[in-house]
């Protein structure tokens, strides 16, 4: 009865060997796969994400400044961009920091561009934000955008767009 006992005990554990053979398997699989974590592709949709969020940014500063009930009242904020980076500002051009706290420009990381330069709708390459929230196509926030802005970035072969809709404002990353 003990042997049996004994017998069952040790098959309940992993070998030396056994242990070995799946470090070895994880370690391939780790050198296989971890440089891959610079794919152009996820860094491409990453700083698509950061420019979107950065565009909700600006716009909920505009609206969190307030609402007269009559009129816009607030500060208009916007988001001046070349075909590499981006800044945000007021309408009259003062900085203002990201919400990660970044003020001045912030370049696209891994050779992230803007194409075509600057996109149709935003011919000003801004996008301003009043206290509702609408998206506005010039600089001084005079000029309400018309129609669905489209801003294309591009990295290597690989393309990601950010739609920013009339009326709304609202910011889209498809």
Avoid: C, H
């Amino acid at each position: 009865m003990g042997r049996q006992r004994e017998k069952r005990l040790r098959n309940l554990g992993f070998t030396l060997v056994e242990l070995i053979v799946v470090m070895l398997v994880l370690g391939i699989l780790a050198a296989v796969f971890i440089p891959r974590s610079n794919n152009p592709a996820i860094i491409l949709s990453t700083q698509a994400e950061q420019f979107a969020a950065d565009m909700r940014y600006v716009q909920s500063l505009a609206m969190s400044e307030g609402w007269s009930g009559v009129a816009p009242t607030a500060r208009r904020y916007r988001i001046n961009f070349t075909a590499t980076g981006y800044d945000l500002s007021d309408v009259s051009g003062v900085a203002v920091a990201s919400a990660g706290g970044t003020s001045g420009p912030i370049a696209f990381a891994g050779g992230v561009n803007i194409s075509p330069f600057p996109p149709p709708a935003l011919p000003n390459s801004v996008v301003a934000f009043d206290g509702l929230g609408r998206p506005y196509a010039d600089a001084t926030a005079t000029t309400l955008l018309a129609s669905t802005a489209t801003i294309t970035l591009t990295s290597g072969g690989s393309t990601r767009t950010i739609q920013i809709f009339p009326e709304t404002g609202m910011v889209r990353v498809p």
